[in-house]
């Protein structure tokens, strides 16, 4: 017999399982002994995932590496914490210096002034007023 205790809203229950025959299961809860009639399952069938296949060669019989994409050399501003946009407080085409706030974020009701991080020219705005936005969203990109 297999013996388990549980705390089912704040009740403990002392649960014996003792032997399974033709789905019915002699169970003794707190000394009381019943018969639980269990539900037939269905049989699983496993599935066995395919092989990868190969890796791909070039005519030569070489392996086809493929190459790291280019690093651009644009600078993102990115969102420190997820929340929603307050304000936007510049356009495509300006220029800023690193301790101007490009963007206001509300976050914990609280409001959190975005800094551009470095001098240049923005490039793209990837956010609006009213937008909300996770971790790492990038709000502003610089040329």
Not at 116 to 123: E, L, N, P, S, V
Request: glycine share 6%.
């Amino acid at each position: 017999m297999k013996e388990y205790k549980y705390k089912i809203n704040g009740n403990t229950y002392n649960v014996a399982i003792g032997d399974i025959v033709d789905n019915i299961a002699d169970v003794l809860v707190n000394g009381t002994p019943y018969k639980v009639e269990l539900e037939k399952s269905k049989p699983v069938s496993v599935v066995t995932a395919p092989r990868p296949s190969a890796a791909p060669r070039t005519a030569t019989g070489e392996k086809v590496v493929a190459k790291a994409p280019a690093q651009s050399s644009a600078y993102k501003v990115t969102a420190p914490l997820p929340g929603t946009i307050i304000s936007v407080n510049c356009k495509v085409g300006d220029t800023v210096a690193a301790a101007d706030t490009v963007v206001v974020l509300e976050a914990m009701k609280m409001e959190n002034a975005i800094h551009a991080g470095r001098d240049g020219k923005i490039a793209a705005i990837n956010v609006a007023a009213g937008d909300s936005v996770l971790e790492g969203t990038v709000l502003v990109t610089f040329e």
